[in-house]
């Protein structure tokens, strides 16, 4: 059965530096999501992707984040300048449709330690 | 105003029980409602959507939507013990951004 992947499950890194998050979305999906979790918390959307652009973005998603499909098959999130409120799971999704019967399938997550 | 509502639980139903999870939104023009389970260190795992009016039934689940009330609910019936995760509601509201509720722990017990 075809799945998100991603990588790494668990990245640890200092204050300030800049973290590319990786996944691999299911391959014939269409629309590509990024989510995170603080410890304890609720999932909360970051952006959606579609045709090679931002689709939507929240309020958390602000100018130190990024988002890129550098290939085919890859889709990343880049932050810049990490924060220790950065730390969070980071959870890649991907859709084949859009709206109400764009069942969303999760990877199994990134950790991101900011220390 | 948070843009989804869940009661958090614990909810605790004896195995065989129906489990009924509920959730509302806030958003009137949201267009699509998930639900979605979650054990604890794992990612999320969609279990139904829903974007009309009325119930929706797969297999032991049954999502429900209100949406003059704002309203949706899950429920499983005949719980088992390996149901027992946290429920997220999640919404796509007129903005086409996704709203997860902070989800309801359940347990179910053998």
């Known amino acids: 059965e075809p799945e998100v992947t991603q990588t790494p499950s668990h990245q640890v890194t200092q204050m300030g530096q800049e973290v590319i998050l990786r996944c691999v979305p299911i391959?014939?999906?269409?629309?590509f999501y990024w989510y995170r979790q603080i410890l304890g918390q609720k999932v909360e959307f970051l952006v959606s992707?579609?045709?090679?652009?931002?689709?939507?973005k929240s309020e958390i998603f602000d100018d130190q984040f990024s988002v890129e499909r550098p290939d085919g098959s890859n889709f990343t999130l880049k932050i810049r300048s990490t924060k220790l409120e950065d730390s969070a799971m980071y959870f890649c999704?991907?859709?084949?449709?859009?709206?109400?019967?764009?069942?969303?399938?999760f990877g199994p997550g990134t950790r991101l330690t900011v220390t | 105003q948070k843009e989804v509502e869940q009661n958090s639980g614990p909810l605790s139903v004896p195995e065989g029980a129906i489990a009924s999870l509920n959730c509302t939104y806030s958003?009137?023009?949201?267009?699509?409602f998930f639900w979605y389970r979650q054990y604890s260190g794992k990612s999320p795992e969609l279990i139904m959507f829903?974007?009309?009016?009325g119930d929706k039934e797969d297999g032991r689940f049954t999502a429900q939507l209100n949406k003059a009330s704002q309203y949706v609910s899950l429920l499983i019936r005949d719980s088992q013990p390996s149901d027992s995760a946290t429920y997220l509601c999640?919404?796509?509201?007129?903005?086409?951004?996704?709203?997860f509720g902070t989800g309801t722990s359940l347990t179910v017990i053998p």
């Open positions: 999704a991907s859709s084949a449709r859009l709206g109400a019967a764009g069942e969303q399938y």
């Open positions: 391959s014939n999906h269409l629309y």
């Open positions: 992707f579609y045709n090679n652009e931002i689709s939507e």
């Open positions: 958003d009137r023009g949201s267009q699509s």
């Open positions: 829903i974007y009309s009016n």
């Open positions: 999640a919404v796509e509201n007129s903005g086409n951004q996704f709203y």
